[in-house]
């Protein structure tokens, strides 16, 4: 929201504030699901009730970039039928969807489809290339044999899905891709680094109406007395 409020054709200033520490002294943010270290709150469920009263680790992040520094960096666009079917008007698969193409930077315009099982017109069509957040195939490479061999199984039975995103056809047998950003998009066993809203959307922007602060803990928000929906400041 930074990123984009801060934007060159906009006419006003943005200050981030984030309890959490700056995001490049934080090393681990690197590592695929590393769940652990100083910057996770700990938090945990209430007692489930099908658990038998046990307690749900949830991890999170405090710092900039949030929790999507150690999450397992699964990208996959939502159900076209649940958002049409539950969710209110303005939120519906048409009114998302621009949005969903935006913000991507997708491996199927880097990658030939007899790899990604995309076609280029379903490229296009479902997929976008100029956004911030690098979408990255799955790592085939790390999949065992026994794994392969389920997914084949599976195939038979509903079919194998080489694209979620696509709403023509969203059930299915699929492998996750990823938000994760290859060294190299024209190779698919590229090595990667993790990705993150941090270094999509704020990571080497140097603009002068936005100003990040972290180690910044708001206990409250300060409101105009006169106009009681603006925010003057913070404590």
Sequence with gaps: MAARLSEPD???????????SASDSTPQYEVDGDLSGVYDPNYFSVPQDYLLGRLVRNP????????AMIN???????????LDQLWPNGWKWDDLFPYMVKM????????????????DSDC????????????APPLFGNMS???IEMMNECEQDVGFMTDYDNPTKQYGCYFQQQFRKPLN??????????????????K????????????????????????????????
């Design 204 to 235: 080497g922007i140097n603009r002068t109406n936005l100003q990040i602060l972290d180690s910044a803990t708001v206990l409250k928000l300060v409101f105009d007395g006169n106009e009681p929906t603006k925010c003057i400041g913070v404590v």
């Design 104 to 119: 991507q930077n997708h491996y199927c315009y880097y990658l030939p489809s007899s790899l990604t099982g995309i076609s």
């Design 185 to 202: 998009k024209t190779d698919p066993n590229s090595s990667s680094i993790r990705a993150s809203t941090w270094e999509a959307y704020l």
């Design 72 to 82: 397992g960096m699964t990208a996959i666009a939502p159900s076209r039928h649940l």
């Design 124 to 135: 296009r069509l479902w997929h976008g290339q100029d956004g911030p957040l690098n979408i």
């Design 60 to 67: 999170r992040y405090y710092g900039i970039g949030g929790t």
């Design 145 to 147: 044999d026994l794994l």
């Design 10 to 20: 906009n006419n006003w200033s943005v200050l981030a504030l984030d309890r959490g």
